[in-house]
């Protein structure tokens, strides 16, 4: 099915663990996205890229990685996973034509004990 | 630099009332506007746009928004809601990048 998807859609990890959120997306959009979402932050930024191998910091990168190195994925990895990390997790992309939307998978709810 | 306000943060309203979640936007540039609703546990879907053309722009649900240039304003109106409209809506902005900027959301609960 066409589409943005995410997994897993729940984890619970540890603090100090190394942890890989996943999305893929079948339209072969250009422009990805990650975002946390935080009771009273609304929606941050963490990385976004406009191609494969072209990847960029948003509002709070520090903590997380990115690649990109086919169009249709774009892994998130927290390499030593804190407690301020515990979020819901989006990801989106969007054609990269600034009348266009972006499309939204259904989040990763991540809790870091 | 662009910015969104989403005025309110949480909108309380009764079954079959009308409502107005309040949207404004600042930017040195021209903007396309959009508003996203967020139901429990899924993503933000597109609810509506504006992009030219005609200020008034409606979706398929009943909602519609008014895009005011005077007042930097895009405000998102419903004449009737129902129970199934109780969800997060967000604003957002696209200026002069590919990046949307949001705003923080407003949550609309429906009371019965």
């Known amino acids: 099915d066409a589409g943005i998807t995410q997994s897993p859609r729940y984890k619970i990890t540890e603090t100090g663990r190394q942890v890989t959120l996943m999305c893929h997306q079948t339209?072969?959009?250009?422009?990805m996205f990650w975002y946390r979402q935080d009771l009273g932050h609304g929606l941050r930024l963490i990385y976004y890229?406009?191609?494969?191998?072209?990847?960029d910091k948003g509002e709070v990168p520090d903590g997380y990685v990115v690649s990109r190195s086919k169009t249709e994925n774009f892994p998130l990895t927290l390499e030593s996973a804190t407690r301020s990390q515990t979020s819901v997790y989006f990801c989106?992309?969007?054609?990269?034509?600034?009348?266009?939307?972006?499309?939204f998978g259904d989040g990763t709810r991540l809790s870091i004990l | 630099a662009q910015s969104v306000t989403q005025l309110d943060s949480q909108v309380p309203v009764f079954e079959e009332a009308p409502v107005e979640l309040r949207c404004n936007y600042s930017s040195s540039v021209s903007v396309y506007l959009f508003w996203y609703v967020q139901y429990p546990n899924q993503g933000l879907q597109l609810l509506l746009k504006?992009?030219?053309?005609?200020?008034l722009v409606e979706s398929i649900n009943g909602f519609e928004a008014e895009f005011n240039k005077s007042q930097t304003s895009f405000h998102l109106r419903k004449p009737s809601v129902h129970i199934s409209d109780t969800a997060e809506y967000f604003c957002?902005?696209?200026?002069?990048?590919?990046?949307?900027?949001f705003g923080r959301g407003t949550s609309l609960i429906v009371h019965p």
């Open positions: 504006y992009l030219s053309g005609s200020t």
């Open positions: 989106a992309s969007s054609e990269g034509q600034r009348t266009q939307p972006q499309h």
């Open positions: 957002a902005s696209l200026g002069g990048s590919y990046i949307p900027t």
């Open positions: 890229s406009a191609a494969a191998d072209i990847t």
């Open positions: 339209w072969s959009h250009s422009y």
